[in-house]
């Protein structure tokens, strides 16, 4: 009768853990943006600032999906956070691509492996909030 209380309010600390995740992807979406606008302005080559394109939109899924997982912990949402999930691999094989496609076509800078590297970590880290909230929804 007590493990029921204790479930919940495990479940509340980690929906404000996928709140500050929400929000760093939101952070790291900024900076993409910010990114994309020196490129514009000339501060950047399109080499140097395609990957933190690929890396902003990413993180804004990423946020979209944080959000949701919260949600799903929440409301003890199994199949919400299953979805979560699998969209979290669909991202990050559209990250993979996304990539890929960039370093064939317009090539990359060191500045753009930087790029590279914080959309694919960034990608990465998203599984940590999916999959704990699918975990933590999977037995209710």
Do not use: K
């Amino acid at each position: 009768m007590t493990a029921a209380p204790t479930e919940r309010s495990g479940n509340t600390l980690l929906a404000v853990v996928g709140i500050v995740a929400a929000f760093a992807d939101g952070v790291v979406a900024w900076l993409g943006a910010t990114a994309w606008q020196s490129y514009r302005d000339g501060g950047l080559t399109i080499e140097q600032a395609a990957p933190f394109l690929v890396m902003a939109v990413s993180a804004a899924v990423g946020a979209l999906l944080a959000v949701l997982a919260m949600i799903a912990l929440l409301r003890r949402g199994r199949g919400l956070a299953r979805g979560t999930l699998n969209l979290t691999w669909l991202r990050l094989g559209a990250v993979f691509v996304a990539l890929m496609i960039i370093a064939l076509t317009v090539g990359v800078s060191a500045v753009g492996t930087v790029g590279m590297a914080l959309a694919v970590g960034d990608a990465f880290a998203g599984f940590v909030v999916t999959g704990v909230a699918t975990r933590r929804t999977r037995d209710g």
